[in-house]
C-alpha cells in the first residue's frame, strides 16, 4: 500500500481568526456582515472566522458549493 503523507488542512493564521471571531462571539461582540446582527451560534463564529481568514490569504479549504449538481 502507499504511504499516505499527512498535511495541515487549515494554515495556523485560519486558526487564529477563528479563536478571535468565537473569543468575540462568546463576549456578545461579534456581528454578521451586512445586518450587523449579533451572532449566536457556534457555525456562524466560525464560519465568519474562517472567511476573514480566506480574504486575508490564509490557508483554508475551499468553500462547498450549496447547489447540488443534476445527474
Given amino acids: 500500500m502507499a504511504k499516505r ?6 494554515g ?8 478571535r471571531a468565537m473569543h468575540e462571539m ?7 456582515g451586512r445586518s450587523g446582527k449579533k451572532v ?4 456562524q463564529a466560525i464560519a ?3 472567511s476573514e481568514a480566506r480574504q ?5 479549504p475551499r468553500k462547498k458549493s450549496s447547489r447540488k449538481k443534476k445527474s
Fill in 5 to 10: 503523507t499527512s498535511h495541515r488542512k487549515y
Fill in 12 to 19: 495556523k493564521k485560519s486558526g487564529s481568526k477563528v479563536k
Fill in 26 to 32: 462568546k463576549r456578545g461582540k461579534l456581528r454578521s
Fill in 40 to 43: 449566536h451560534s457556534r457555525k
Fill in 48 to 50: 465568519i472566522g474562517l
Fill in 56 to 60: 486575508s490569504g490564509a490557508k483554508v
